[in-house]
């Protein structure tokens, strides 16, 4: 296992590049989030198993996502806690090449489009989605619910909250309407999935008149943390939230959204939601991260606040729900972190089974999924 210390920094986002087997991205905030610089790191595995940072820039807020750009193999695209998005090109080391102002609060998660790949989408705590290209200033679109969840929901549980920007001064820490995750479909060059503090997972198509195509309770009624698609079925995604449980979801088999071309029988803003596919539980405190293997369908990731990351086998399909499969699915546990673990990923390269992890702890680790206990 090797590890790297972002020292004075907290760890929020890693992500492996696509086009360098031994280059990770890795977003951080000082002081947890809650106050102060953020610093994006660079990171590169030497032949003899070090690690190295050979170049890394501080920003005036706290970065709380990373993504790589896919039409550029030295460019990086951060979200900040001042609403702002930020193109970092490593052959330019003092400041970012691009530098998007349009959402009004913090922005929480970035995704570059794996199939178009000349956009990509943000999501934030100001309630909205916007996909970006990189050769233009303003957005080309933003995607909003436009629903009033307070008036048709049973009260949201907020038991997690995100960092309070010391830039940004909310009258009321309500997250409801917080877009914590949001991803393109790798199936897709126009899907996009979504999930926000008052339980709903979303998928939208942006090329649609109506781009809300579906929405339903993920968890509860307990906020949603991350999404996301799985890599070779089209139709499956998993969700993660603060009731600690990773869920397994098949579009096809749920029903409902609520715009006025809809004929669906089920609500979508049912105060339970419908049954997942599939449920994975283990952690022991709220899930932050989720994520499917790029190298099999049936293999899944995650990042808890239990300061864990684990590793899953799901086994379930149309034809058999919630298999009784030993450790609920778990097949190992990575529990170096000291603190939250925030952000994990898998590696495109080498044999499949390495991954990344980073948390409030400074600290970056890289381990092998298929040797964990």
Same mark, same amino acid.
Request: a negative charge.
């Given at each position: 296992?090797?590890?790297?210390?972002? %020292?004075?920094?907290?760890?929020?986002?890693?992500?492996?590049?696509?086009?360098? *087997?031994?280059?990770?991205?890795?977003?951080?905030?000082?002081?947890?989030?809650?106050?102060?610089?953020?610093?994006?790191?660079?990171?590169?595995?030497? !032949?003899?198993?070090?690690?190295?940072?050979?170049?890394?820039?501080?920003?005036?807020?706290?970065?709380?996502?990373? %993504?790589?750009?896919? +039409?550029?193999?030295?460019?990086?695209?951060?979200?900040?806690? *001042?609403?702002?998005?930020? =193109?970092?090109? =490593?052959?330019?080391?003092?400041?970012?090449?691009?530098?998007?102002?349009?959402?009004?609060?913090?922005?929480?998660?970035?995704?570059?489009?794996?199939?178009?790949?000349?956009?990509?989408? @943000?999501?934030?705590?100001?309630?909205?989605?916007?996909?970006?290209?990189?050769?233009?200033?303003?957005?080309?679109?933003?995607?909003?619910?436009?629903?009033?969840?307070?008036?048709?929901?049973?009260?949201?549980?907020?038991?997690?909250?995100?960092?309070?920007?010391?830039?940004?001064?909310?009258?009321?820490?309500?997250?409801?309407?917080? =877009?914590?995750?949001?991803?393109?479909?790798? #199936?897709?060059?126009?899907?996009? +999935?979504?999930?926000?503090?008052?339980?709903?997972?979303?998928?939208?198509?942006?090329?649609?008149?109506?781009?809300?195509?579906?929405?339903?309770?993920?968890?509860?009624?307990?906020?949603?943390?991350?999404?996301?698609?799985?890599?070779?079925?089209?139709? +499956?995604?998993?969700?993660?939230?603060? *009731?600690?449980?990773?869920?397994?979801?098949?579009?096809?088999?749920?029903?409902?959204?609520? #715009?006025?071309?809809?004929?669906?029988?089920?609500?979508?803003?049912?105060?339970?939601?419908?049954? !997942?596919?599939?449920?994975?539980?283990?952690?022991?405190?709220?899930?932050?991260?989720?994520?499917?293997?790029? #190298?099999?369908?049936?293999?899944?990731?995650?990042?808890?606040?239990?300061?864990?990351?684990?590793?899953?086998?799901?086994?379930?399909?149309?034809?058999?729900?919630?298999?009784?499969?030993?450790?609920?699915?778990?097949?190992?546990?990575?529990?170096?972190?000291?603190?939250?673990?925030?952000?994990?990923?898998? @590696?495109?390269?080498?044999?499949?089974?390495? %991954?990344?992890?980073?948390?409030?702890?400074?600290?970056?680790? +890289?381990?092998?999924?298929?040797?964990?206990?």
């Amino acid at each position: 296992m090797l590890s790297f210390r972002t %020292a004075g920094y907290n760890g929020y986002g890693v992500q492996y590049s696509p086009y360098f *087997d031994n280059k990770l991205a890795v977003a951080t905030s000082a002081n947890y989030g809650l106050v102060g610089n953020g610093r994006l790191f660079i990171l590169g595995i030497e !032949p003899n198993g070090s690690i190295g940072n050979p170049i890394s820039w501080e920003t005036q807020d706290g970065l709380f996502d990373v %993504a790589w750009s896919e +039409i550029h193999e030295n460019q990086v695209v951060a979200a900040s806690g *001042d609403g702002s998005i930020k =193109i970092f090109d =490593i052959t330019v080391p003092n400041f970012p090449v691009m530098n998007y102002r349009e959402h009004t609060k913090e922005v929480f998660s970035v995704n570059w489009n794996l199939v178009d790949k000349s956009n990509f989408v @943000s999501a934030s705590w100001d309630g909205t989605m916007k996909i970006w290209s990189p050769q233009r200033q303003e957005s080309l679109l933003t995607l909003s619910p436009k629903v009033d969840y307070t008036t048709k929901t049973s009260p949201v549980a907020q038991t997690a909250k995100p960092p309070l920007s010391h830039q940004q001064q909310h009258q009321q820490l309500n997250t409801t309407n917080c =877009i914590y995750n949001a991803s393109f479909s790798p #199936h897709s060059p126009s899907t996009i +999935i979504s999930c926000n503090g008052s339980s709903h997972v979303q998928v939208w198509d942006i090329r649609s008149p109506h781009p809300l195509q579906l929405d339903y309770i993920a968890h509860g009624g307990l906020e949603a943390l991350s999404c996301d698609w799985n890599k070779y079925k089209s139709t +499956i995604v998993a969700s993660a939230g603060t *009731d600690k449980s990773i869920r397994v979801w098949d579009l096809r088999m749920i029903t409902g959204i609520d #715009h006025p071309n809809s004929n669906s029988p089920m609500p979508a803003y049912h105060t339970i939601g419908p049954t !997942p596919l599939n449920q994975l539980l283990g952690h022991e405190f709220a899930v932050r991260k989720v994520l499917w293997s790029p #190298h099999s369908g049936q293999e899944l990731m995650s990042a808890s606040y239990d300061m864990t990351c684990r590793v899953w086998n799901d086994q379930s399909n149309e034809r058999a729900r919630f298999l009784n499969t030993p450790n609920g699915g778990c097949t190992g546990v990575m529990g170096r972190h000291k603190e939250f673990a925030i952000g994990c990923d898998y @590696s495109l390269w080498g044999e499949p089974g390495w %991954a990344a992890s980073t948390g409030w702890d400074e600290m970056v680790y +890289i381990w092998d999924s298929k040797r964990l206990a």
